[in-house]
């Protein structure tokens, strides 16, 4: 009996324990951000969190058995890490975009549909033009928390000794929300290891990560050359894109003759930076559903492709000084361990898409068997290269020098995933293999060869 007292006594506890436990859970699920159906899509616009989803729930974890080394016999000896900037607010031109769009709706949108009622009574257009790009505080937290997570993925290499002993060199573009990234990264790294008193430095060097501004042949062939994204333009126009325009139109009951093209593109852009700025599925969200949103997605791939990726050959070849540097950084660093000790254990490099998308192109990664265009946007549901997955906001490609018991090895990752090279079917090969694999372009690939622009003769008159 005394027993069956205690079990009856003790179940009203274990009940009230495990409703406790209920009541947390859900709170802890409220406390989540809501996701917009459409966030994968967001393209150059996406949070690293939906590449990353594990982050949501630990934003400092680190996937071992994916980040470790290629086996436990080798250990690490130089990093080098090619960075995007991290979240930022829209640039002028995009904003002055979105506010065209929230005077239409406010002024002549009509329906029922609450979140219709919730923009035109209490959202307002707070994006200023004074923004311009600018990094925000969730894109600093972006780089701190990648800082984080590297020194805990490669503690031998991001770490306080390196950094005292001037063996981790932080170079940045010249651009506001690079500078301030990196400082971002810096600062994540000295709250990490809780060091006072310790000045980084970073240099600014637009050489290598805005290489496309300096390439003659890329500005004049395809940056000023109206016909250089003429894929995009056709596509702007199609029967896909007719349908998202009609569909905006249904849903705000407006005449389809003002939904244009760039309305519908600044409805995208509106729910893109609510959620990554403020973690809001914001009302604006419900003007476009996933149907409209792989369209969306794959106008924007279009553009990567044709402007900074495999649609024309200089757009990968204007990289070339960013491969050769990080070559040269990787050989250097083969050579000081052959002949003695590594002096620069890391280079950490920041800059922008426009800078991780031509390296990976030029070294193939992301290259889809037919070229994507305007008219086969239904053969490529499952293309490789997707904007969205390549180059988020902090996207990074980290290339691992490794000493190994057979030599050297290298192993390259894409936002903190493994990534085999092309034509090479090994996660982490021979050092030398990459190299005989990329020698084409280690032996050519000149960059000044490349971005001059041809010379006009002038041509003879008679007097």
Known sequence: ???????????????????????????????????????????????????????????????????????????????????????????????????????????????????????????????????????????????????????????????????????MEFITSSKHRCVDSIKAFQEGLLQHWDVRGVGFKHYVNDSLMRFFEQCQRYVEDVENNKTALKEVEVFKSSVEMEEVRRRMASRLQIPLSQITTDLVEAAFFLCSYEFAIKSENSPWCNLLDEVDAEVLEYKNDLKQYWKRAYGHDINRKSS???????????????????????????????????????????????????????????QQHNRKFRTSWMVPYAANLLFVLYECSDGLRLQFFINEKPMTFPKINHSAPLYETVRNHLSDLLDGCDFKKECELPRVRPTKTEL
């Open 320 to 378: 070339c000084s960013l491969f050769h540097d990080l070559f040269r950084r990787l050989d250097q660093a083969s050579y000081d361990y052959r002949f003695g000790e590594v002096t620069k254990a890391v280079s950490i490099q920041v800059g922008h898409a426009e800078t991780l998308l031509p390296l990976l192109s030029l070294m193939g990664f992301f290259r889809d068997e037919t070229p994507l265009t305007a008219e086969n946007f239904s």
């Open 1 to 167: 009996m005394k027993s069956i007292t205690f079990l009856s006594r003790n179940r009203y506890f274990l009940v009230a324990a495990l409703s406790m436990v209920m009541v947390r859970a859900s709170y802890c699920k409220l406390m989540k951000p809501a996701i917009p159906a459409i966030a994968t899509y967001f393209g150059t616009k996406c949070r690293y969190e939906e590449v990353n989803p594990h982050l949501m729930d630990n934003i400092l974890f680190v996937n071992k058995s994916l980040m470790g080394p290629p086996s436990p016999d080798c250990r690490a000896v130089h990093l080098i890490a090619v960075i995007r900037h991290g979240t930022r607010y829209p640039t002028v031109k995009n904003i002055k975009r979105m506010a065209r769009l929230c005077d239409l709706v406010k002024a002549e949108a009509t329906g029922p549909d609450w979140w219709l009622h919730d923009i035109k009574n209490n959202w307002r257009m707070w994006y200023t033009e004074d923004m311009d790009g600018k990094l925000v505080e969730k894109g600093k937290n972006d780089l701190r928390h990648l800082a984080v997570r590297l020194a805990e993925t490669f503690p031998s290499l991001i770490s306080e000794e390196n950094l005292r002993g001037n063996r």
